[in-house]
């Protein structure tokens, strides 16, 4: 069964720095792509990065340059360093999971969000 638990969010002053982490079961065992998504009020849902089994990351124009997403494939863990934050960082942030068999997309799971508060 998957399961993906979010934490380490919290409340920051701009300029400040955060580290998330998305502890994982029943995802690292399998072909995996990982991304961190995040959700303010009153927007949509909008991707923030991404990274699949080989490590290849994908970021946001948004976040380029602050945040870095990593995984440590031995603890089946997530990470979303966050650094430079702003008041427009500021959202609930998810951690999303795809099982692929080959190159086809079998599952698709999500967390259930930590929240950032980037604040003064």
């Known amino acids: 069964q998957v399961q993906l638990v979010e934490s380490g969010g919290g409340l920051v002053q701009p300029g400040g720095s955060l580290r998330l982490s998305c502890a994982t079961s029943g995802v690292f065992e399998y072909g995996n792509a990982m991304a961190w998504y995040r959700q303010a009020p009153g927007k949509t849902r909008e991707m923030v990065a991404t990274?699949?089994?080989?490590?290849?990351?994908k970021y946001s124009d948004l976040v380029k340059g602050r945040f870095r997403i990593s995984r440590d494939n031995a603890k089946s863990t997530l990470y979303l360093q966050m650094s430079s934050l702003k008041p427009e960082d500021t959202a609930v942030y998810y951690c999303?999971?795809?099982?692929?068999?080959?190159?086809?997309?079998?599952?698709?799971?999500w967390g259930q969000g930590t929240q950032v508060t980037v604040s003064s």
């Open positions: 999303r999971a795809q099982l692929f068999s080959g190159l086809i997309v079998q599952e698709e799971h």
């Open positions: 990274i699949d089994n080989r490590g290849v990351t």
